[in-house]
């Protein structure tokens, strides 16, 4: 059965920062790309950030480039969003995706918020 397991949401202060992390289980982690989506109150779920299945490439959101970084460790089937500088418009449910041609799994996710 696949899992992805969300951790290290929470409440931060503006211009902090905050880990995510996505443990999976029950697939080949190292062959599939690995993403990142977050979704705010009242808006559409977005990309914020992707990693290749060997981890050799990645791609964030506009609004994250330069302030997030995507990794992930292949041997521990994990993936982690380190986010630094946060901001007020970064509050949203975080949402781990697994994704190849055939098949498409996400994580139940884990809240941030941003706030003073």
């Known amino acids: 059965q696949v899992h992805l397991v969300e951790s290290g949401g929470g409440l931060v202060q503006p211009g902090g920062s905050l880990r995510l992390s996505c443990a999976a289980s029950?697939?080949?982690?190292?062959?599939?790309?690995m993403s990142w989506y977050r979704q705010a109150p009242g808006k559409e779920r977005e990309l914020v950030a992707t990693?290749?299945?060997?981890?050799?490439?990645?791609n964030f959101a506009r609004s994250v480039k330069g302030r997030f970084t995507i990794s992930r460790d292949n041997a521990k089937n994990t993936v982690y969003l380190q986010m630094n500088s946060l901001k007020p418009d970064d509050t949203a449910v975080y949402y781990c995706?697994?994704?190849?041609?055939?098949?498409?799994?996400w994580g139940q996710g884990t809240q941030v918020t941003v706030s003073s």
């Open positions: 995706n697994a994704r190849n041609p055939a098949y498409d799994y």
């Open positions: 990693i290749t299945s060997a981890g050799g490439s990645t």
């Open positions: 029950g697939f080949t982690f190292s062959t599939y790309a």
